[in-house]
Structures are given as C-alpha cells and as structure tokens.
C-alpha cells in the first residue's frame, strides 16, 4: 500500500514536472506578454489573444520556414526508408564477396563524429556551391547506417524458407523484395522513417553551418534567430508551438516504433 | 548459393547472377558511392587539412604540426575540455538515476503507464530550440523567472544562473538531462522487462524486502543496461553544443565554451577551419577510446551467458 502511495506521488509529481515545460508553451503562445514581463506566472493567459500566430505568418518568413524544413525532411525520409530497407536486405540475406567487409567499414564509420565531417564538408559544398542550397542538407541524408543496422537485425532473424520457396518459383530478387521482404519489414522501415522524421527536422549543427540566408533557415534556426531577436515570450513560444505540432503529430501515431527501434539499436 | 563451378557460357552466368544479385548492384553501388564522397573522403580531407593552413579564398599553405602544437599550449580549448568533463559529471549519472527511476515507475503496473511512458518521452523527440527556449525563460536570472520564484518559497534568495559562470553549466546539464531521460527510460525498461519474475518470486519467499530485492536482484542484473546508457551518454555528453549556442553563446567567461562549442567558433566564426579540424580530431581520439572500451568491456560480458 505504502509502495503504491510512493509510487503514484512520483508518477504524478514527475508527469507533472515533464508536461509543464510544454503546458508553458502552449499556454505562452496565447499570451500578449508586453505588459506582464515581471510576473513569474506571465504564461498564464487572462486574456486569450491569437496575435502572437498572426504576428509571426505576417510577412510569410514563417511560414517559408517551415516548408524548407517539410522539404529537407520529407525528402531524405523517404530515401532513407528504402535504401536501408533494400540495404537491410542485402546485407541480411544476399551473398556476394565483401559483405562482411564492407557492412563493417560502415559500421565503424558511426563512430567519426558528424563534428569531424562537418569541417570537409563544408569545404566540399563551397566548391559544389552547395551553400544556402538544399542540396547541402538533403544529399548527405540519403540513406544512414543505422537504418540499414537495424532493417539487417531485424531480417536476420525472419527464416529463409520463403525467400526460397519464391526462388523455386521463378521469382527474381527484385520481386522477391518487393512481394516477401517489403512486407514483412512494414514495421522496421516505419522505425527508420519516425528516426529519420525526428533528427532531420530538429536538426539545428548543419543547417547553422551550411545557410546563411534567413529565406533557405529551416524552422529550428529560424527560431534560434527569433530567439535571440525578438525578446517577446509570447511569439517565441507561437514559433515553438507551429513548429512542435508536426514532431508531435508523428511522435502521436508512430510511438511503438520509436520505443521500440530505440530499444532495437541499443540491445541485440 | 547459386550452384557452384557449373560450366555455362559467360553470358548465361551473368544472366543468373543478375536474376539472382540485381538488387546488390543496383543499390550497393551508388551507396558505396555516396559513403565515399561523403563519409571516407570528408574524413581524410579534415585528416589532411590539420596540416594546412586553409584560406577562404586561394590555395591552402603547407604548415605541418603547427595547429597540433598550437593545440597543446591553448588554454582555451584545455577549458573547453575541462567544461567537457564537467558536463558530463554534472549530466551522467542524473541521466541515468532518472532513466531508472521513470522505467521503474512505468514497469511498476501503474494505471496508465503507456499515457506516461509518452509523456516521458516526449522531449526526446522535441527539438533543443524548443526546449531551450522554454528552459531560457524558466531559468531567468531575475525574480521573474518561474525556478526562482519557486525557490522563494523555500528561502532562497533568486540566483543568476545562466549568468552565473559556476551555475551555467549545470542549468545547461539541466536541460539534457530533461531531454534524454526518456530515452534512458526505454532501455531500462526493456532491461526490468527481460528480468525473470521467479527471480523476485524466490527473494521474496526468502524475506527480502522490496529495498533489499532492488539493491540485491534487481540492480545488478541490470548491470549490461547501466553500461550500455553510461556509454551512450557519455559520448553524448561529449558532442553537446545546441544548448550552449542557444543559450549562453558559450559564456558567461567561457563557462560553458564545450568543445563542440569552441570548435564551431573556431571554424565557423573565426574561420580558423584547420584549427577546427584538429579539435574536432581530439574529440574523435575520446570518443574512439569510450567506443573501443564498450567494444572490450561487452565482448567480455557476452561471454557469461
């Protein structure tokens, strides 16, 4: 019983705790801050007024914002959900020389920091005149190691009696994929695609490093500069608000998979 | 495998190696391609460029050790280190007490747990802008910010925090640790679930009670997990910069100049690439040397199952 008190006091105490960071936001976004700057409770809104939105959609910067964002994501999201399904494949049940070889280069390649590569590749995409393109964010992100790490895993441990079964029946490989293995790997590639959705739209290192035309900023430096601009709680947080609801949306419907490609990656 | 050593016609069996391979050369090639030039060539490019001095316009000069050398007598990114370090003690271990604490909450069979497991895990799928913002205003340094005016009422005068050099560090701590918590709860949780019931079954008709079966069952045979998420944040913690750029600028007096930090001034402020290159080297060597003591240390704890 007295566990059971504990328990729940943390449970709650700590929800509490995790939920208010963005119960603030939302609450802010609402909020017509200029006059109640010295009250720690200024996020509550007595008043609800929607000119925070309407002061950042203004002058369409926003709005511009968030459509380079949707198209350096959507665009390596999709890439990535095949290439690492078809190289998940390759590397779990093709034979062919140098398999092991190079699925170990790749794997050890994860431990270079994207620190390091961030320098060349700045270099590089000057001489390509990649800067202030979508080039820059979109090709580097077209397929990634731990996607096809993981759709490898999770093949390996699915029988090969199908896979043989449609060899005895004529198939080709590439209809072997299509009708056997793509399939099956519905869930795993979805994990790669949630993973993928979540690290390019937050992403904030490379587009700081590869833009500097506010017009080309995704959302997250578009904010980083409001942030240091604007000064005003109450549009900071519409900026916020705009910009979770799509990581939210996909968090909402693709749960299971992030927990469970998460704890896939980490575990064998 | 294709039947081996048959004696057909070349063409015949490059017919049957593309019927049964097609999908290996039509993708691997243009991947291998693809990590070349932009993983194999980039890392051997900063390799290269350590040695150069590189010029924003005209051809980079030849300059040897000299950003190398240069790197040992910087006090700068010897702090920068230091913050580095001090980070990570500040970021590590609450990471991962917290990770625990959630998974034992949600792994306890407590009314909704799947509703809380997401709201756990919700900042880890939300951008560091966001939150940052939000931390920025909550940790004010004034009698408006919320965190003082909570403190207030338990008697402490209101503190400066992100102004303050020995606070900055730890509120930027703060916000990692919020924002991976989630995380380290997943594992944990996986971990508490592959525990075998009849473990706690046997404690329990032995007389342990609750504190003593966790210290005793439950926390050691967690032992892989608390390595695993000890690793993983670890090198993290190594590569932090969103919050300091956010939020402090690295300041106040360099307080929270991490490495990453100080190598993105170094290259993209100050357009001293070679020297970021270096920097950006040193941070490789640490986090080859963590990675290579995961590899050793679960190489040897595969070996006891």
């Known amino acids: 019983m007295l566990k059971k008190v504990i328990t729940y006091t943390a449970l709650f105490i700590l929800g509490f705790c995790f939920l208010l960071p963005f119960v603030i936001m939302i609450l802010g976004s609402f909020k017509d801050v200029e006059f109640a700057q010295l009250d720690p409770l200024f996020w509550i809104p007595d008043e609800p007024t929607l000119k925070n939105y309407l002061y950042i959609m203004r002058d369409g910067l926003f709005v511009r914002w968030i459509l380079n964002s949707v198209i350096i994501t959507i665009i390596p999201v999709a890439s990535q959900m095949i290439f690492c399904a078809v190289l998940g494949y390759i590397f779990a049940k093709k034979q062919f020389p140098g398999r092991e070889a190079i699925f170990w280069t790749f794997m050890a390649v994860i431990m270079i920091p994207q620190q390091l590569l961030i320098i060349p590749k700045f270099i590089m995409f000057s001489d390509f005149g990649w800067i202030n393109t979508y080039w820059a964010l979109i090709v580097p992100e077209l397929w990634g190691i731990m996607g096809v790490f993981l759709v490898r895993q999770f093949l390996q441990n699915i029988p090969n009696d199908l896979e043989e079964a449609a060899y005895i029946d004529g198939a080709n490989d590439i209809q072997i994929f299509m009708k056997v293995i793509l399939p099956l790997s519905v869930p795993v590639v979805a994990t790669v695609g949630t993973f993928s959705f979540i690290s390019n739209w937050n992403d904030l290192f490379q587009p700081l490093i590869y833009l500097t035309q506010e017009k080309m900023f995704p959302v997250t430096l578009g904010l980083a500069s409001m942030l240091g601009k604007e000064g005003n709680f109450g549009i900071e947080m519409a900026g916020s608000t705009v910009s979770f609801i799509p990581t939210f949306l996909i968090f909402l419907f693709f749960q299971r998979y992030f927990t469970e490609g998460i704890q896939m990656s980490g575990l064998k | ?305």
Do not use: C
């Open chain 2, 1 to 305: 495998m294709t039947s081996k050593k048959t004696k057909l016609p070349f063409g015949e069996r490059v017919k049957r190696e593309w019927n049964r391979n097609a999908i290996v050369y039509i993708f691997l090639i243009p991947v291998l391609i693809h990590f070349v030039v932009f993983q194999v060539y980039p890392f051997l490019l900063s390799f290269y460029l350590t040695f150069m001095d590189w010029k924003v316009i005209g051809d980079p000069e030849f300059v040897g050790l000299k950003h190398w050398q240069y790197f040992l007598t910087d006090k700068l990114a010897w702090k920068a280190l230091w913050n580095t370090v001090m980070f990570s003690v500040y970021y590590i271990l609450p990471t991962m007490a917290l990770g625990l604490i959630l998974a034992l909450i949600i792994n306890s069979g407590v009314k909704s747990a799947r509703f809380f497991k997401g709201v756990f895990f919700l900042p880890v799928v939300t951008s560091f802008v966001i939150i940052a913002g939000i931390w920025g205003w909550l940790f004010r340094g004034t009698d408006a910010g919320l965190i003082n005016y909570i403190i207030s009422f338990v008697g402490i005068e209101p503190q400066l925090f992100l102004s303050n050099s020995s606070q900055a560090l730890a509120v930027l701590a703060g916000l990692s640790i919020f924002k991976v918590g989630g995380s380290t709860m997943i594992y944990y949780f996986a971990g508490l679930q592959s525990i075998d019931k009849q473990l706690y079954e046997a404690a329990r008709i032995d007389g342990a009670s609750a504190m003593e079966i966790f210290w005793k069952v439950t926390f050691p045979l967690l032992r892989p997990i608390h390595f695993y998420v000890a690793i993983t944040t670890t090198i993290g913690s190594f590569q932090i910069f969103d919050s300091a750029y956010l939020l402090t600028g690295g300041g106040p007096n360099y307080a929270t100049t991490t490495i990453v930090y100080y190598l993105y001034e170094q290259g993209f402020t100050g357009l001293n690439l070679s020297y970021a290159a270096v920097l950006s080297y040193v941070l490789f060597a640490i986090i080859l040397v963590i990675s290579l003591i995961q590899r050793k240390y679960l190489g040897q704890e595969s070996k006891h199952y």
